[in-house]
């Protein structure tokens, strides 16, 4: 026995003593230092402290700029990229290369210090890999990059459920199917109903989602002779079977300087107004802030035309805030964050618009409004034409953003992230919606044939693959059926049924009578009435249905006795 244990520890020891291959090294991570990649139009430079190695790359100033790292050596497989930088003159937006190939934007943050700014996921092959950094938004210094393996990510914590308690049941339909969707699939969007019928025409496929846009609604452009009908647009679209979504390219309340480039029309950009934000919420009594709740209240009436329509919409105001480009961030964060609290409070609150998604559009943490007023992250990104890369990093960021809880969707895009690449990198981004005229027609930033391949991907949803999204996951169906009927009125009989697979403990039923219609009389429900809405729920006795059963209730009405607009069923 013992000759035994001695064999045994001399075993282990031996095997301990064993140098580390390249097999057991596939954990580690791997460091490469900027001064020693392959430099265009950049220099090494030593003067800045805090960087590693024996120097960084500065001097990215031209559009040409590039610095080009090699990876030696690597196992291959799906790895975390951070880009060691410093940008001491302001946040700065760099260009990715992921062997030659686009791989979207990494933000560097203003810092003046060396740190690393989180850039995704790159899927290494087995060998050398390269990775180029490409001048953007120029002025920034570049120390290393680091590669580390990671491990699938962990499930999804979005439950589907609206911020506002108030929510419409089409609101929580389309917010559940977006929520099941949300790992497997992405839903196509396209701005513009022109480029949507550009896409039909010429790809054979329908996008999922329409963006519109209120800019137009904008008081400061009405009063000098502006006009829209996306609102009529945003109907029929809705009718058709689509989603909805709405950007705001807000005009200033005030303050337009309306002089060459910088025209009365171009309002809602930083440079073409004066418009304080920050000096408005300041004072809550000054006429700036007054025109701030008058051009919400504006917005608000055509968004009452779409829910009174009971149809849902993706909202996306204040996108891009902490870009600065826009009035609505050109003050910073906090503006921005209080400006978007005031507008939730104002249309949900004051106005009662309970069909709103509401959908922030800025990755950055410090520019968050907060969990209680967002549904949706999201963020909008104009690669290289072309460049067709997963954009990991700015996704994962979002994710890190609404801690793994919230949607996370492309607001815009120029070049439509590749679906299988997004799948390979775990990058599973809810929705995208591609930005109108040459980002869809031009053949450089999407190609016909890249076009075709997205839409006929089966992991993309297109708008004739949608079904019934308003009602979806909501456990029952109603059917609504007329008994009889006279001159002056009716009887009617709903039944719902229990469609999902557990016990149901309650349920409600809701539709928007056709006009000259009205309830006298109603049993087995508690049915109420509410802007021009009628919602009928369990009378309590009648509230717990197996998987499968039914119940009925029915009621008495005058007028005609027409089908009911938009019936809806939800358990719970």
Known sequence: MKVRLIALFALVAALLAVPVTAAHAVLAAQTVEAED????????????????????VAGFDAATDTLTMTIPDSPGGLHSLTVRYSAPFGTKTATLRLNGAGHGDVVLTETTAFTGAA?????????????????????????????????PPPPHQVTGALVNPNATPEAKGLMRYLAGSFGTKVISGQQDMPSIEWVRENVGATPAIAGLDMMDYSPSRVERGATSEEVERALRWDAEGGI???VWHWNAPSGLIDEPGKEWWRGFYTDATTFDLAAALADKESQD???????????????KRLADADVPVLWRPLHEAEGGWFWWGAKGPEAAKELWRILYDRLTGHHGLNNLIWVWNSVSPAWYPGDDVVDVVSVDSYPPAGDHGPLSGQYEKLVDLSGNRKLVALGEV??????????????HWSFFVTWSGPFVQDGQHNSLDFLTRVYRDPHVITRDELGDFKNHGS?????????????TGFLAEVEVRNTGAATAKGW???WRPPAGQTVTRYWNTALSVSAGRITAGDARYNATLRPGATTTFGFLATGPAGVPVHLSCATG
């Open 508 to 510: 409600t039923v809701g």
């Open 37 to 56: 990649g392959v430099l265009d139009g950049v220099v090494v430079e030593s003067g800045a402290a805090g960087y590693s190695g024996t120097g960084y």
């Open 119 to 151: 850039a995704g996921k790159v899927l290494l092959r087995e060998g050398d890999n390269t990775v180029t950094i490409v001048n953007n938004w120029g002025w920034y210094y570049i120390d290393a990059i680091t590669v580390e393996p990671v491990e």
């Open 244 to 246: 909805t979504t709405f």
């Open 414 to 427: 120029g070049s439509i992230p590749d679906p299988a690449l997004t799948r390979a990198y775990h990058a």
């Open 289 to 303: 802030y007054r025109l701030l709740i008058r051009d919400m209240d504006a917005v608000a009436v055509q968004l």
């Open 475 to 487: 456990g029952c169906t109603a059917a609504y059926r007329v008994l009889g009927s006279w001159r």
